[in-house]
């Protein structure tokens, strides 16, 4: 039987997926996006832009599948660029 290194069983953990977020911060008119984020749930990628750009009023991460166009490239496309 494998055990990790907790001493869990290895069956027993969940497997860990690794995801993509749109971090936004709360601003007077709404949300700002601030950036694209690779995290295993929406708490953690808010910690890392946390820590990259520093505390907000709020924040939230909204889910981005993985075969979505990244921020940049989706941003010049919806201006016709």
């Keep these: 039987m494998n ?8 069956e027993e953990q969940e497997p860990r997926v690794l995801s993509r977020w749109l971090v936004s911060f709360a601003c007077e008119n709404g949300w700002y ?6 995290a295993l749930d929406a708490s953690s990628a808010i910690e ?31 201006r016709g660029n």
């Design 3 to 10: 055990t990790s290194e907790d001493g869990k069983k290895a």
């Design 33 to 38: 996006p601030v950036g694209e984020y690779i």
């Design 48 to 78: 890392r832009a946390v820590e990259i750009l520093g505390p907000g009023a709020a924040y939230q991460a909204e889910l981005i599948p993985w075969d979505a166009l990244p921020l940049s490239k989706a941003m010049l496309r919806a």
